[in-house]
Structures are given as structure tokens and as C-alpha cells.
């Protein structure tokens, strides 16, 4: 049966650049990454990917910025006070951001002064093309994956 919106799968993936390096694989996370297909949980382009696919298939796809991480923007090149910066940070390191809600950003230094930092706050994937080798493993249909949510409320 083809995968549609709704539907929750399993999939193994590797992620490479355009240069052929990678720079993600469940392999990585030692299980499958497993999401509600539609549902935002995952890069548009890979979302998109599986739609009218089924389990069993393996396929290559190649997914652009927009419907990757974004376009690269020079305007989220910021210069912060450094007073928080971690004592032995240095240009080129990442450092993890907070907004005070607990969402955090990942930020590259890309220069330190006396009393600044200049931080590169695009996610570090931003206006890059990706390639994603996918495999799928598992599928359960909306209807399925609703009806089990119902069986595990009843007998509780």
C-alpha cells in the first residue's frame, strides 16, 4: 500500500552533501528514524520523498534548500556581548544559543573580539542541496496507527 499524509513510518537514511560527505545516518542513531509522514517532523523535501512509496522501497533523493533547512541568510551573521561565551571557545566552534523559552540555535563563531562575538546563527545546513539515500522499513497506515491509539486507550 502507498504511503500518504497521516501515515507513520520507519525508515533508515543516509544524508550526504553535495561533495559526497555525510552528515547524517540513522545508522548514527543505531535505530531507524520513525515520523508521521506530512506532520512537519521531518525536512520537507525528505517528507515528501516517501509519498507513494511503500515499505521495502529503497530510493535516492536529492532535496533542495527551500525544502531543506533554508536559503543561507547573511542577516543572521549577529555580533553579541561575550560575556557568556564558555571560557575556551573559539572561532569555528559551535555553541548552542537560547532564546529563554528553551528552544535552542546552533551557532558557529566566526570571530571573538574583546567584549563581542560574531556569531553565523543560519542552521549549519542552511542553503546547502542534500542527498538522501532512504530505505523503508516499516508502514502503518493513519487508519492502523489510529486504531492502535484506540486499543491501548481502552484498555487502560
Known sequence: MAIQNGDRIGVEYTGTLEDGSVFDSSKNHKKPLVFEVGAGQVIKGFDNSVIGKE????????????????EYKEELKMEFPN???????????????????????????????????????????????????????????????DESSEEKVSQE
Not at 515499505?55 to 533554508?70: A, L, M, R
Not at 544559543?97 to 542552521?123: A, C, R, T
Open 55 to 70: 515499505k521495502g522501497d529503497k530510493f535516492e533523493v536529492t532535496v533542495s534548500p527551500e525544502e531543506g533547512y533554508g
Open 83 to 145: 560575556e557568556n561565551l564558555p571560557e575556551n571557545a573559539k572561532e569555528g566552534d559551535m555553541v548552542l544559543l537560547s532564546d529563554g523559552k528553551g528552544q535552542e540555535f546552533p551557532s558557529k563563531i566566526l570571530e571573538i573580539k574583546e567584549d563581542k562575538v560574531k556569531l553565523d546563527m543560519n542552521y549549519p545546513l542552511a542553503g546547502k542541496t542534500l542527498k538522501f539515500e532512504i530505505l523503508i522499513l516499516e508502514h502503518q497506515t493513519k487508519q492502523e496507527t
